[in-house]
């Protein structure tokens, strides 16, 4: 098994729709955990299926503390954070294929 690769994630319902904050330390299944409707919740009820922002943290501790700190910030200034990577709101699981 890989070692785990701590992240925090941004999944959108659609361009600048639904947000949803996670932090793990298997972002690929993850994010197919979300789009397969596996765990019932958030995600499953407003239809998050689009990966639109992430990045990747040193520990747990450190990745846990930045989703909380972005789970605080005002809704203009996470669709800012999204739009300064990834401005037209592309789904970026096949980043992660790749």
């Not at 904050?21 to 765990?39: F, P, Q, Y």
């Not at 503390?65 to 809704?75: F, G, I």
Request: proline content about 6%; charged content about 30%; glycine content about 6%.
């Amino acid at each position: 098994m890989p070692p785990k690769q701590p992240a925090v994630y941004i999944m959108a319902s659609s361009e600048r729709g639904t947000l949803y904050i996670g932090a793990t330390g298997d972002l690929k299944r993850r994010v197919w955990e979300h789009r397969d409707g596996v765990v019932e919740g958030f995600t499953q009820r407003y239809g998050l299926k689009r990966l639109v922002w992430f990045e990747f943290h040193p520990d747990f501790p450190t990745a846990i503390a930045r989703e909380k700190q972005l789970k605080k910030w005002e809704r203009a200034w996470k669709l800012e954070l999204i739009e300064s990577t990834n401005p037209i709101w592309r789904d970026l699981l096949n980043d992660l294929l790749d």
